[in-house]
Nanobody, 119 residues
Framework: QVQLEESGGGLVQPGDSLTLSCADSSGLTFSSHVMGWFRQAPGKEREFVAA????????YYADSVKGRFTISRDRAANTWYLQMTNLISEDTAVYYC???????????WGQGTQVTVSS
């Protein structure tokens, strides 16, 4: 049963922008949850990208994406987003949306969506 469903991946050129979405169909989203994004590039370990506290909306970012990526949420739609701007080739990866209780950790994972940055 898929609970976290991502969308929005694709092939873009360096400098382009792309927005990923993650919808939680479980109906179990609480203020204590932390929603986030991780990514895994070919040959590399999965890494934290960004997170947002579902209740307060506080945001957290990896240094590699700070200033270029923005995480946001729509509580009414049980959906969170990752707006990515000024994309570079190093951003190429499979991006996973996550749901958990702590920053940098996840209890639930989406299926992943591919983002490829290439000229």
């Amino acid at each position: 049963q898929v609970q976290l469903e991502e969308s929005g991946g694709g092939l873009v050129q360096p400098g382009d922008s792309l927005t990923l979405s993650c919808a939680d169909s479980s109906g179990l989203t609480f203020s204590s949850h932390v929603m986030g994004w991780f990514r895994q590039a070919p040959g590399k370990e999965r890494e934290f990208v960004a997170a947002i506290r579902w209740g307060r909306g506080s945001t957290y970012y990896a240094d590699s994406v700070k200033g270029r990526f923005t995480i946001s949420r729509d509580r009414a739609a049980n959906t969170w987003y990752l707006q990515m701007t000024n994309l570079i080739s190093e951003d190429t990866a499979v991006y996973y949306c996550t749901k958990g209780r702590q920053i940098g950790e996840a209890d639930r994972w989406g299926q992943g969506t591919q983002v490829t940055v290439s000229s």
